[in-house]
């Protein structure tokens, strides 16, 4: 019968090697081995599983790198060619055979015998500006209001008869009043739709505030003396990003259609934006000839309010928690 010590020997190694103490570290047995998890890795993983959301985002992604470049790169001038009769309201062959084949002609000439597609990115590059800087404005400052706001009675007391006057009054008109009243700048309309245009926000998100406000969590922490603004950033906005993400989407391109609804009725900024593009070329949808001075702002227009809400709409499915399981 083999020896029972023959069981624990193994050739080349004594006791001491093979039995050896394991010192026990209270801290090191708490760690998790797990792989590390990153919400926002998770997020993109899900939006890029969609071969559709990559299309549109590269799109996306270029129109408006496309935007902010192209102009840089040449001289626009709009009245270059304002004496020239022969310039004027050109179709692209024709524009193309009068100034040469290369890329500023390929959607003919405007009014003033300019390059529409010149016009149209630097036009571009102004109302995406536009959009971007009202948007970061309204929904930083709606969305920390808001939270405030959901999470503490006595400010929900004071902000909701603001709201109840702010809120009845027709959106439209008082940009158009404010507009009318200040120089019709890019500042001044980034003023007007961003002087009341994060209240709207901020009352969406109070409203979902208040339905996770009195959870068990926050409940806790504001028994603890948490302040309620720390409880406001930490505990329900992070809970609440799928949320922002498609409120966002939903805000960028629709600064964008205001801005270009305003300048087709007259109203809107003097710089060159879409809408002031549109609105000049107003005339030229009608006429034989001359509906490229007008369709192609407006298709390059729709262009980017689709994306960046589809887009927009898309990462914020994918951020929601939910779509990860």
């Known amino acids: 019968m083999e020896n029972k010590d023959?069981?624990?020997?193994?050739?080349?190694?004594?006791?001491?090697?093979?039995?050896?103490?394991?010192?026990?570290?209270?801290?090191?047995?708490?760690?998790?081995?797990?792989?590390?998890?990153?919400?926002?890795?998770?997020?993109?993983?899900?939006?890029?599983?969609?071969?559709?959301?990559?299309?549109?985002?590269?799109?996306?992604?270029?129109?408006?790198?496309?935007?902010?470049?192209?102009?840089?790169?040449?001289?626009?001038?709009?009245?270059?060619?304002?004496?020239?009769?022969?310039?004027?309201?050109?179709?692209?062959?024709?524009a193309m055979k009068k100034f040469g084949y290369n890329i500023h002609w390929i959607l003919g000439s405007g009014a003033s015998g300019q390059s529409t597609f010149d016009a149209i990115w630097t036009g571009s590059r102004i109302s995406i500006s536009l959009a971007f800087i009202c948007a970061a404005i309204n929904m930083t400052v709606g969305v920390l209001v808001g939270a405030i706001w959901g999470f503490s009675k006595k400010i929900d007391m004071f902000m909701m008869e603001v709201y109840n006057i702010v809120g009845n009054v027709p959106q439209i008109?008082?940009?158009?009043?404010?507009?009318?009243?200040?120089?019709?700048?890019?500042?001044?309309?980034?003023?007007?739709?961003?002087?009341?245009?994060?209240?709207?926000?901020?009352?969406?998100?109070?409203?979902?505030?208040?339905?996770?406000?009195?959870?068990?969590?926050?409940?806790?922490?504001?028994?603890?003396?948490?302040?309620?603004?720390?409880?406001?950033?930490?505990?329900?906005?992070?809970?609440?990003?799928?949320?922002?993400?498609?409120?966002?989407?939903?805000?960028?391109?629709?600064?964008?259609?205001?801005?270009?609804?305003?300048?087709?009725?007259?109203?809107?900024?003097?710089?060159?934006?879409?809408?002031r593009l549109i609105y000049e070329a107003e005339s030229a949808m009608v006429t034989p000839g001359w509906q490229f001075e007008f369709w192609s702002p407006v298709v390059i227009a729709s262009i980017i309010t689709v994306a960046l809400y589809v887009t927009g709409q898309n990462l914020g499915d994918a951020s929601d928690p939910r779509t990860h399981m």
């Open 6 to 94: 023959s069981l624990f020997t193994v050739e080349g190694m004594t006791d001491e090697e093979l039995f050896a103490r394991v010192d026990h570290n209270s801290l090191e047995s708490e760690k998790i081995t797990a792989p590390r998890y990153s919400y926002w890795r998770s997020v993109f993983r899900v939006f890029f599983k969609k071969k559709i959301n990559i299309v549109i985002l590269s799109l996306l992604a270029f129109i408006i790198l496309f935007a902010y470049i192209y102009p840089s790169l040449i001289s626009y001038d709009r009245f270059g060619n304002l004496l020239d009769s022969t310039a004027k309201h050109l179709m692209p062959g024709a």
């Open 173 to 275: 008109l008082l940009i158009s009043v404010l507009v009318l009243i200040l120089s019709p700048s890019f500042w001044s309309m980034v003023f007007a739709l961003t002087i009341t245009g994060w209240l709207f926000i901020a009352y969406f998100i109070r409203t979902q505030v208040i339905i996770i406000r009195d959870r068990e969590y926050n409940l806790a922490s504001k028994c603890l003396g948490t302040p309620i603004t720390r409880i406001a950033t930490k505990n329900i906005l992070p809970f609440m990003t799928s949320v922002i993400v498609t409120l966002l989407a939903v805000e960028i391109p629709s600064y964008i259609s205001y801005e270009v609804f305003l300048a087709y009725i007259g109203m809107g900024m003097s710089d060159m934006s879409l809408g």
